[in-house]
């Protein structure tokens, strides 16, 4: 495993959903405090960037073509060459302090969005929806403090979500025919000096990947829940990762500044910045939604 490399100096307020996609042999990621869609070519280490008309929370490809969003007014998709977005759903409208936050494409197509209270972040008023190919919306779990970073198994049939404000990362068996999920159990339980549960994905070889907010650091656990390897990070709150390059062995992580002071940014001039280690491990390109 290399370094941490400081890749990509752009002070996002909160860094979100690296994504990798190969047929472009390029990564996009979110700026959720911005609005902003970023992309970035490591062949020439071009940067292109969009300001956003709805305040997006998470990024996901389409199989059709084009992207899905998550925003905090509801679920949309967004035509890159146009700059626009179309509305699907929002089934938190009533409620003002629930708002979508992290999303993720199963091995099937359909997406799963996980929502938040971010008035009260430690209720439990997260829930986890699944949006099917026909945009059919329906709940399949509830009672998370912030549902953040979801991941699946490399044979899709386990479920992992981080549920930040309870500092742990729970496990489910997932039903790949129904997108049902059941037997929910704590797969990790993270102590709050180390930060809180954010950003989650999952390698080739099952193994768990965990970005840690105000915890300055990235964990690695085997299936079992063990952990496997810590990599210390140079910014207190890092938000996400993912894997990409043309070995699909390069991890982009994502940082944020926001709740940090003045002088805390002084101290930390990279804080919302984009990082990447080139490791010995390979990642799972992420699945398109169906849509």
């Not at 179309?86 to 099937?108: M, S």
């Not at 799963?112 to 779990?141: C, F, K, M």
């Not at 509830?142 to 198994?153: D, K, L, P, R, T």
């Amino acid at each position: 495993m290399s370094e941490i490399e400081h890749l990509i100096s752009v002070q996002d307020e909160v860094g979100e959903t690296p994504i990798w996609i190969p047929d472009e042999q390029a990564m996009y990621w979110i700026d959720m405090e911005g609005n902003a869609v970023h992309r970035y070519d490591p062949a020439t280490g071009e940067r292109a960037d969009w300001a956003l008309d709805a305040a997006v929370t998470a990024l996901g490809r389409r199989a059709s073509g084009g992207w899905i969003l998550a925003t905090k007014t509801g679920l949309m998709f967004w035509n890159q060459q146009t700059n626009t977005t179309e509305f699907i759903v929002d089934p938190t409208a009533d409620r003002e302090a629930i708002r979508f936050n992290d999303i993720a494409v199963d091995r099937q197509g359909r997406l799963l969005a996980g929502t938040a209270n971010v008035q009260e972040y430690d209720a439990p008023d997260g829930v986890i929806y699944r949006l099917d190919p026909d945009l059919s919306l329906h709940q399949i779990d509830e009672g998370y403090a912030v549902s953040n970073g979801i991941g699946f198994s490399p044979d899709g049939k386990t479920l992992y979500v981080s549920d930040s404000f309870n500092n742990k990362i729970v496990v489910m068996d997932y039903d790949t025919e129904t997108g049902t999920a059941s037997n929910r159990r704590t797969f990790a339980d993270v102590p709050s000096e180390e930060g809180l549960p954010d950003g989650l994905i999952v390698d080739t070889d099952g193994f768990i990947w965990n970005a840690h907010w105000a915890g300055s650091r990235i964990t690695r656990y085997d299936p079992d829940g063990k952990i496997e390897r810590r990599i210390p990070m140079p910014a207190t709150n890092v938000t996400c990762l993912g894997f990409g390059g043309a070995e699909m062995n390069e991890l982009y992580i994502t940082t944020a500044w926001f709740f940090m002071t003045e002088e805390q940014r002084q101290a930390e001039p990279h804080a919302g910045d984009v990082f990447r280690i080139k490791t010995d491990i390979t990642g799972l390109a992420e699945p398109e939604f169906a849509g």
